[in-house]
């Protein structure tokens, strides 16, 4: 059960990122997880919100973004958690291109998410192993 | 100190010069007019015929060539005689869309490397002289034509071709090189790293430089002359008229002599054509006045400079022509290279780009950069910042298989570029060379 990333091209100056967000927040849209990948010329936004179609009505046409599945998977907020998941992985064989966490408002669990190029293999892994992952009507329900 | 390779026509009165002009000039038209049917009928369409032409002061009746000609006539459209006849060609650094050829006659590299002789001789060379050319050897015009010049002078004759730094410097170093040829900008860079390697420019026994094939300042002369410890040279010329050699400079250092006993030179006003008084800035044209393979005339160079007659301290007659101060259309020589905004567009748009994109030059260290600022669609957008870099890599790849050297290219979002109602800024020249 994979979960929807949006991202967005964005250019490395100043006010570029709070310009974005702050189309979001206008738009009364919640934003659980947020990455930002960066290069000399450009930045990655990557995030994963309470709604992804108002999300994408509220950033400004000219932006380019990008929906992309990703994997978000839920672990006890403790020691050792993350690393579980990953052995799992690599024992499979699978190649992680990036990754990012944020924890919930439950007390106790934290989450992972994780950018692979086969997502349905992976989460075959990683449910084989026991390990839950989260769908978008998790993502939308949760913490509102 | 007298340098000449030619004296008696490098010094001939300027009257004897015209004599020469003048007699070459009838010939050549004939032969023209006889052998190239394209140019023959720009002669017809104009209603002139060779009757007319009895002096250069008849060439302004003449049609231009444009490099338009070239490529509306390439391959073989303005070849001047039976392939039999050519023993080599050369051609511009461009692409398919914009490639030149010349073809050269035995006759045509004989003349072209007594041009070559006559700056290398003004240079202060002679047959004691050992000469490294580092100018690319090939299909460019810059190695064959000043090794020819430093065969015909007698020098010792370092085929070393461009690059390879360290080599380069291991020659200069153990055979003693006097004299070098190459780009102005190599020139700099081999200064830099003999510094680098701690030679002070006393250490080499170089006297002299021949620079051209890219525009460079009197500041940046300067700089070669401190760093290499030698008087720099600069020379002049294009593949379609032969290459480097057409003009050269001398000891005075002021401007360029035109080789006028085969190049007859003419400043126009770009937008009418019209043929302006000597001292006036305008476009260069040339005529060449005793080619065979091919031979053009009145060809539009685009270089924008100014042509002098006033006396030369050398003690030649020939006219001088300043540095190109300009272009009359929107070509670049970027690292040697000539580069138009057209090919640039024509590369994004085959890799799925919009036309939106500028283009920075600029010289740092005496080098070159080039960087080409493109808006980045949105089905080439990805999350993962490897496949961006993926596409910034294949760009580049795409524009140095296109121009023949890579551009470092920076994605940009989309609708960032500057929209002009009018003429689009493309261009950002910051290197000041005019």
């Known amino acids: 059960m994979a979960i929807t990333q949006l991202s967005a091209f964005l250019e490395n100056t100043p006010g570029t990122l709070c310009e974005t967000i702050s189309a979001i927040t206008d738009a009364g849209v919640n934003i659980r997880a947020l990455s930002v990948a960066d290069t000399k010329d450009f930045g990655i936004l990557r995030i994963i919100v309470s709604d992804i179609e108002k999300t994408k009505a509220a950033i400004n046409n000219d932006t380019v973004v990008k929906e992309t599945p990703v994997i978000a998977v839920k672990m006890n907020d403790e020691a050792g958690a993350l690393n579980s998941v990953l052995r799992v992985l690599r024992t499979a064989g699978i190649n992680i291109e990036y990754v990012y966490a944020f924890t919930g408002a439950v007390h106790g669990n934290a989450y992972v998410v994780l950018r692979v190029d086969d997502v349905e293999q992976a989460e075959k892994i990683l449910s084989e192993n026991g390990i839950n992952t989260l769908g978008d009507s998790d993502i939308a329900s949760f913490l509102n | ?434």
């Not at chain 2, 002096?55 to 302004?60: E, F, L």
């Not at chain 2, 302006?276 to 005339?297: A, H, M, N, Y």
């Not at chain 2, 020939?318 to 272009?327: D, H, I, Q, Y």
């Open chain 2, 1 to 434: 100190m007298k340098n000449y390779y030619q004296p008696e026509i490098e010094t001939a009165p300027y009257e004897k010069i015209r004599e020469i002009q003048n007699e070459k000039i009838v010939k050549q038209v004939k032969y023209v007019y006889g052998n190239v049917p394209y140019y023959r009928n720009l002669m017809e369409k104009k209603g002139v015929t060779p009757d007319d032409i009895k002096s250069v002061d008849d060439i302004k009746k003449l049609p231009f060539l444009s490099k338009d000609d070239l490529r509306e006539a390439y391959p073989y459209g303005l070849l001047g005689t039976d392939l039999k006849n050519i023993v080599r060609i050369h051609s511009t650094s461009g692409t398919t869309g914009k490639r030149v050829v010349a073809f050269y006659t035995q006759h045509d590299i004989d003349l072209w490397e007594d041009c070559c002789a006559r700056a290398i001789v003004a240079a202060g060379g002679s047959d004691e002289d050992i000469c490294q050319v580092c100018y690319g050897y090939g299909l460019f015009t810059g190695g064959s034509g000043l090794h020819g010049g430093s065969h015909k002078v007698g020098c010792m004759t370092l085929p070393m071709s461009s690059g390879n730094t360290d080599r380069q410097i291991q020659f200069m170093m153990d055979l003693g090189s006097t004299i070098i040829c190459c780009t102005p900008s190599y020139a700099a860079y081999i200064g830099e790293t003999l510094a680098e390697k701690g030679y002070k420019p006393s250490d080499n026994k170089l006297k002299a430089g021949i620079f051209g094939a890219e525009p460079w300042t009197e500041e940046m002369r300067q700089e070669i002359e401190k760093s290499l410890g030698i008087k720099a040279y600069d020379i002049y010329g294009l593949t379609e008229t032969s290459g480097p050699g057409v003009a050269f400079e001398c000891e005075e250092q002021t401007g360029m002599h035109i080789n006028e006993d085969h190049f007859y030179a003419e400043i126009i006003d770009p937008d009418t054509g019209e043929v302006l008084p000597e001292g006036s800035k305008g476009e260069l044209v040339f005529t060449s006045l005793d080619k065979e393979g091919f031979p053009l005339l009145r060809y539009r160079t685009k270089d924008i400079c100014i042509l002098s007659r006033e006396k030369c301290s050398c003690g030649r007659t020939f006219v001088k022509m300043t540095k190109p101060l300009g272009r009359s259309d929107d070509m670049m020589i970027i690292r040697g290279v000539n580069v138009f905004p057209s090919q640039i567009e024509t590369v994004l748009l085959k890799e799925g780009y919009t036309p939106n994109y500028q283009i920075v030059v600029d010289r740092v260290n005496n080098t070159d950069t080039f960087d080409i600022y493109v808006e980045c669609p949105a089905e080439l957008f990805s999350d993962k910042v490897s496949e961006m870099q993926t596409h910034e890599k294949n760009l580049n790849t795409a524009m140095r298989s296109m121009l023949g050297i890579g551009p470092k290219i920076h994605l940009v979002a989309p609708k960032t570029i500057e929209r002009s109602e009018g003429k689009a800024v493309r261009v950002i020249d910051k290197r000041k060379l005019h």
